[in-house]
């Protein structure tokens, strides 16, 4: 088998500051001694022509050196699109260049962390590539955090400077005390939409500010404008940090959707070494003329900002920025006329796009790759997809803590397969391995805990060596967390995650296959199944829905499972919804349906 070019550090490497996290045995811990199984390597066998086995992560040295050879070499292209202006690769470096330059002046030295609370914009860019060549660790922070948990991220970063957009800025604001932030740089949506006096952008902040009232009222007196910064920032020499493998690039906070959000130490070997796996993976088959791709998930998530901020600069992609996917009519009138070669969403997300009557009706001949990853691609949603444009979904699979990407469907744009639920290969230079409940590893069709090493596994969580080590064994391997099984072509595809599994009389379900068979119903929108406390039978499946069809009943969903379920699986409970608890990516939040459940039983 061949071996990756890196496995995931031990506990020498731990954070500066930071206690060495000794790796201890996951819950579900092997001896080392056990034989490895007959998985593998088996998967290289699958591979598309023309794609390695391993990649040389020693071809950058930072992601700034990646950046300035990408905006040098596609200078005159334009890189990103927003509220109908265009940002070039050459304006984009000038800008980023001008910010680094700032924050050297205002005295951010090298590893301190600089929070970025943007949503897609033109500012998200210069920011992130600014902080990088600043040399500073970029925290990103979800523009729609409630005062607790912005308090929390910049508490648990350190973070000392932040770059906000204006209309969270009171939020912010109530959320500083007790933390280290000591400086304030502050955006609005129009400040970069041109050069010179930028009527266009200062005529939509008045609108924005004083007549759609989208900037609550704010005293922040430390704050300095963005465009002032860049204004220094052009004056100022950009004094180069050298750059390291080993550096920190992000803290990349997980969701939060099991608990307390942690910080994924991410450096630039861990970036690096995904945006070079997707590289080789993808040009032999795409031959790099993706041109434009349409970028409604936020850049500070990190499947959009490894895919569609870092991989498509490889490739002198054009960004067409969303700033609210969730404002569908919005969303169309921006895409009415622009042509998209591709499309990076999740699950819910496609499914909104295809609820819209006029996405439907649009020509999608241009459309050459659509992407989905950060949950699982329901087959309905997939079905109508490939239905209404031609194209199927192609679906992979990553987490925070890889940076994200683990695996990947080959891309197959001449064989327009059905859609069969995989997540694809995993990436070269990337080992897996599945462990089952006893410890020990599965083989060919046993299911177990999926289990990842490679040169894009993080260092670890930031300040947390106790969490840290549950998540990597005494060898290396990081649990994830996620139940699968591996084919004999080396295919993956998971089952559930293992915190979501719902036990009924000793038998596992796992709420995704539920969901999957709720959301073939025509009259289903969405879907989430959880299990609640059961005296009897341990849990009961109980599923909230939202309906297409205002006239369907619980009856006639149980009635709908009981023909493709076994017994145990049906849902016992149906509960209608207008809506679903969601992250702002669009990940369902089943935790939170959880909760609302043990509240209600709590009260009784």
């Known amino acids: 088998m061949n071996q990756p070019t890196q496995t995931t550090p031990t506990a020498a490497s731990a954070a500066p500051g930071m206690p060495a996290a000794s790796h201890t045995a996951h819950s579900t811990s092997h001896a080392t001694s056990q034989p490895a199984p007959n998985t593998d390597g088996i998967w290289y066998a699958s591979y598309p022509p023309g794609v390695p086995h391993e990649i040389d992560v020693n071809q950058y040295e930072s992601i700034p050196q990646f950046f300035d050879e990408c905006t040098a070499k596609f200078r005159e292209r334009v890189a990103y699109v927003s509220v109908g202006a265009s940002l070039t690769y050459g304006e984009l470096a000038r800008k980023a260049t001008a910010?680094?330059?700032?924050?050297?002046?205002?005295?951010?030295?090298p590893g301190e962390r600089v929070a970025i609370m943007l949503p897609n914009t033109?500012?998200?860019?210069v920011a992130l590539f600014g902080a990088l060549k600043a040399g500073a660790v970029v925290v990103n922070v979800n523009p729609l955090y409630t005062v607790r948990e912005l308090a929390h991220q910049l508490k648990d970063s350190g973070a000392q400077t932040i770059v906000v957009f204006e209309n969270f800025a009171k939020t912010l604001e109530d959320a500083l005390p007790g933390t280290r932030v000591q400086n304030v740089i502050v955006t609005g949506l129009g400040d970069l939409l041109a050069d010179g006096l930028n009527l266009k952008g200062r005529l939509l902040n008045f609108m924005l500010r004083h007549v759609k009232k989208m900037v609550p009222a704010y005293r922040l007196p430390q704050a300095v404008r963005l465009l002032d910064a860049l204004a220094s920032g052009y004056r100022q020499p950009l004094t180069p940090v050298p750059p390291n493998h080993a550096d920190i690039a992000f803290l990349q906070y997980t969701g939060g959707t099991t608990g307390v959000a942690k910080g994924a130490m991410l450096t630039h070997r861990n970036i690096i070494a995904n945006l070079l796996q997707a590289k080789v993976w993808s040009e032999s088959q795409l031959g790099g003329d993706i041109e434009t791709v349409l970028t409604p998930l936020p850049l500070y998530h990190i499947y959009s900002l490894t895919v569609n901020a870092l991989i498509f600069m490889g490739l002198g992609g054009r960004n067409i920025l969303i700033a609210n996917p969730r404002d569908m009519k919005r969303v169309m009138m921006i895409i009415r006329h622009e042509k998209f070669t591709g499309i990076t969403a999740v699950n819910t997300l496609y499914n909104a796009f295809l609820e819209n009557e006029e996405f439907r009706r649009r020509d999608f001949s241009d459309l050459k790759l659509a992407m989905a990853g950060g949950m699982a691609t329901q087959k309905a949603v997939a079905e109508r997809f490939k239905a209404v444009t031609g194209k199927p979904i192609v679906e992979g699979y990553g987490l925070t803590e890889c940076s994200p990407i683990v695996s990947m469907n080959p891309v197959d744009l001449q064989n327009m397969r059905d859609f069969e639920g995989s997540i694809g290969l995993p990436a070269p230079s990337t080992q897996v391995r599945f462990k089952k409940?006893?410890?020990h590893w599965a083989n060919i069709g046993e299911a177990?805990?999926?289990?990842?090493?490679?040169p894009q596994v993080m260092k670890g969580y930031w300040n947390r060596p106790d969490e840290t080590a549950k998540v990597f064994d005494d060898d290396g391997w990081l649990a994830t967390g996620d139940i699968g099984v591996m084919d004999s072509r080396g295919f993956m595809r998971l089952i559930d995650r293992k915190k979501d599994m719902i036990l009924v009389s000793g038998f596992n379900v796992y709420p995704n296959?539920?969901?999957?068979?709720?959301?073939?119903h025509p009259d289903v929108r969405e879907v989430a199944a959880i299990g609640i406390p059961d005296a009897v039978q341990g849990e009961r499946v109980k599923i909230f829905v939202v309906a297409r069809n205002p006239s369907l009943t619980a009856e006639q969903l149980i009635d709908y499972c009981r023909k493709h379920l076994t017994g145990y699986k049906v849902p016992k409970l149906v509960e209608f919804r207008d809506e679903l608890p969601q992250t702002n990516v669009g990940k369902i939040l089943r935790r939170a349906l959880r909760d609302e459940e043990l509240a209600k039983q709590s009260r009784a």
């Open 99 to 109: 910010f680094a330059a700032y924050l050297q002046t205002i005295g951010v030295k």
């Open 122 to 125: 033109f500012q998200y860019p």
């Open 437 to 439: 409940e006893d410890g």
């Open 448 to 454: 177990g805990e999926l289990c990842v090493k490679g």
């Open 513 to 520: 296959e539920i969901e999957d068979v709720v959301a073939m």
